[in-house]
């Protein structure tokens, strides 16, 4: 961990007893708003790391999930993973087992026969129940309700320009994404009714 302020190393975060650490690049991390204490990472090395910044070590760990952009979040007791692989792009695990609570696989886009590879997945900020999640390579975006078997809300496709970045605003449900070729553009979505 780095101190901004001081501009100086605060805490290195080691393994803990039969946890690992990186081995490769790390391509996101994210705290939890609900506990202060726990930080996720994840990257190349197709692990997801849940730290204890009290004891300044690893607590567990989820091997599979290949998340190589912002495609890491935390919601209550859930973990949301994208992952940029051919199947189970999209997962959700229980922060306190770190097992699987549910999967989803992207289709392959029939139009430009390619596959997807998720590089931004992020939780709803004002509706708890969706779920945002942008992909190369089929070069869409497209938002779930999780709570309801990933069931499809909104399907966005931008042809020839890659979406790598989604975050959604934190007082309604529309979102923000960019990609290649200078994407960059807001999107409204109110199917979902605040709760």
Not at 86 to 99: A, L, M, P, S
Not at 169 to 195: D, M, R, T, W
Request: glycine share 8%; net charge positive.
């Amino acid at each position: 961990m780095y101190d901004e302020h001081k501009k100086s190393v605060y805490e290195v975060l080691k393994a803990g007893y039969d946890n690992p650490q990186h081995n490769n690049r790390v391509l996101a991390v994210k705290f939890s708003k609900d506990d202060p204490n726990l930080l996720l990472s994840a990257g190349w090395d197709n692990c997801i790391i849940r730290w204890d910044l009290r004891t300044k070590r690893s607590t567990g760990y989820i091997f599979g999930p290949q998340v190589y952009g912002e495609a890491l979040d935390i919601q209550g007791d859930y973990i949301l993973a994208g992952s940029s692989r051919e199947n189970k792009q999209i997962q959700i695990f229980d922060v306190r087992t770190t097992k699987t609570v549910s999967s989803y696989d992207w289709d392959q886009n029939p139009e430009i026969n390619k596959r997807a590879y998720v590089y931004s997945a992020q939780f709803g900020k004002c509706n708890k129940s969706l779920v945002g999640t942008a992909a190369t390579g089929v070069n869409q975006i497209k938002i779930f309700n999780h709570q309801d078997n990933f069931s499809l809300l909104q399907k966005v496709n931008k042809g020839e320009k890659a979406v790598y970045c989604l975050d959604f605003f934190h007082q309604s449900n529309n979102y923000v994404y960019c990609g290649n070729k200078g994407a960059l553009g807001i999107v409204s979505y109110e199917g979902v009714s605040n709760p």
